[in-house]
């Protein structure tokens, strides 16, 4: 929004109106296509949107000669959509190389224990980059959101070691839920997450907004 604004702004100011429309869908996996139909009845020349790779990937059969950006969607999928669509992010193997070599030069190659949300496809992604690094020492979890959601503390966190990397490869939404968890487990251990651009802008996120100690990268 902060992006709209600054550009609504330099157009007034060069005598270009720009129209702006905000769309609204829910959380599961379809919902984004039930807005389709009335977006296009709008007839905008540019859609922005949305943030999920799954998501924005389900537009490619929607819009042929409109112009779609997303922000954040960063799946290796991304680059096979028709040249009108554009994500302003790099991709999860590009992302993935820094990530990768961070944690073995800055955090010395400690153990990682990786948690991944299976319902995410730009999560997937990331994780399996990851998880195929030879060079790093990773134990590897994969749930179902529905399982994020239903796991008890212990059962998460039965084989995560107090000095392990906790990395969290899933929306914001469901890394705080695993968040809160792992942490009320051990409330005395300072972890340190690491998380994907899943998570989005940290202050505003699900993660950022939690009330608790650690280290978040």
Not at 45 to 74: C, T, W, Y
Not at 99 to 120: V, W
Not at 152 to 180: C, G, Q, R
């Amino acid at each position: 929004f902060t992006g709209l604004g600054i550009a609504n702004s330099y157009g007034r100011k060069n005598d270009v109106e720009l129209k702006i429309k905000h769309f609204e869908y829910g959380k599961g996996d379809l919902d984004i296509l039930s807005k389709t139909e009335e977006l296009k009845k709008w007839d905008p020349d540019i859609v922005i949107g949305p943030r999920s790779s799954g998501k924005f990937l389900m537009l490619k059969e929607q819009f042929n000669d409109i112009i779609v950006v997303s922000h954040m969607a960063s799946s290796s999928e991304i680059s096979s959509l028709p040249n009108n669509f554009y994500s302003t992010t790099p991709s999860n193997v590009e992302a993935e190389k820094v990530m990768s070599n961070f944690i073995k030069h800055d955090l010395k190659g400690r153990h990682i224990f990786s948690i991944t949300e299976l319902d995410c496809k730009s999560c997937v992604d990331y994780s399996k980059a990851l998880v195929g690094d030879k060079k790093l020492k990773i134990t590897a979890l994969s749930l179902l959101t529905s399982e994020i959601e239903n796991i008890t503390p212990e059962k998460l966190t039965e084989n995560i070691k107090t000095d392990d990397l906790i990395f969290l490869s899933a929306t914001s939404y469901t890394s705080a839920m695993l968040l809160n968890k792992i942490v009320n487990q051990s409330p005395k251990v300072l972890r340190v997450f690491l998380g994907t651009d899943e998570w989005g802008s940290f202050k505003s996120s699900y993660v950022g907004k939690m009330p608790m100690k650690g280290d978040f990268i």
